[in-house]
T-cell receptor, first 110, second 113 residues
Framework: GQSLEQPSEVTAVEGAIVQINCTYQ??????LSWYQQHDGGAPTFLSY????GLEETGRFSSFLSRSDSYGYLLLQELQMKDSASYFC???????????FGAGTRLFVKA | SQTIHQWPATLVQPVGSPLSLECTVE??????LYWYRQAAGRGLQLLFY??????ISSEVPQNLSASRPQDRQFILSSKKLLLSDSGFYLC????????????FGQGTRLTVV
């Protein structure tokens, strides 16, 4: 089967750094993506890792370790607008299917 | 540029009634198309995906069906809605053979009463 595990909630203060972890178990792993979703909105793409290592995009970075079936999303210089749900997603089965985790709700406090 | 349209935005339907949600993509050809459902405060459950016209893969046995009558049109249907069909339905597309990034429509919030 396929499963992804991520914490349900994380709270951090404005200006801080927060890391959201994701472990996965899947067949035919192709890559790991991260999405952000604000309440009532559609998910929007943040980052993608196909190979081990760190990918940096502005204040957001994403890391992947294929041998450990593990990845994380790192958010730096947190802003209030970063309060949202963050989903890791595994791309599998020849790159056709994207399976999402249950999401991590991030609360940023002043 | 590419855009994805999904309608309606909200829908309230009685139990036992039919359902048809439509999604269209503009500005791209031969995309992969997806239907997801999201329960309140939960993750996205993949319902169907399609890699081409008439090609539908179902992920979860359920009361729903999907069709792709045209290259950039994806339809989610039900003959008789159940209370458990309530949720936030999201259509998405990705570039063929490059499913690293999915682009989502604004979703349809379905309430079955």
């Amino acid at each position: 089967g396929q499963s992804l595990e991520q914490p349900s909630e994380v709270t951090a203060v404005e200006g801080a750094i927060v890391q959201i972890n994701c472990t996965y178990q899947t067949s035919g792993f192709y890559g790991l993506s991260w999405y952000q979703q604000h309440d009532g909105g559609a998910p929007t793409f943040l980052s993608y890792n196909a190979l081990d290592g760190l990918e940096e995009t502005g204040r957001f970075s994403s890391f992947l370790s294929r041998s450990d079936s593990y990845g994380y999303l790192l958010l730096q210089e947190l802003q209030m607008k970063d309060s949202a749900s963050y989903f890791c997603a595994v791309i599998s089965t020849g790159g056709f299917k994207t399976i999402f985790g249950a999401g991590t709700r991030l609360f940023v406090k002043a | 540029s590419q855009t994805i349209h999904q309608w309606p935005a909200t829908l309230v339907q009685p139990v036992g009634s039919p359902l048809s949600l439509e999604c269209t993509v503009e500005g791209t050809s031969n995309p992969n198309l997806y239907w997801y459902r999201q329960a309140a405060g939960r993750g996205l459950q993949l319902l169907f995906y399609s890699v081409g016209i008439g090609q539908i893969s179902s992920e979860v046995p359920q009361n729903l069906s999907a069709s792709r009558p045209q290259d950039r049109q994806f339809i989610l249907s039900s003959k008789k809605l159940l209370l458990s069909d309530s949720g936030f339905y999201l259509c998405a597309w990705s570039v063929k053979f490059r499913n690293t990034e999915a682009f989502f429509g604004q979703g349809t919030r379905l309430t079955v009463v």
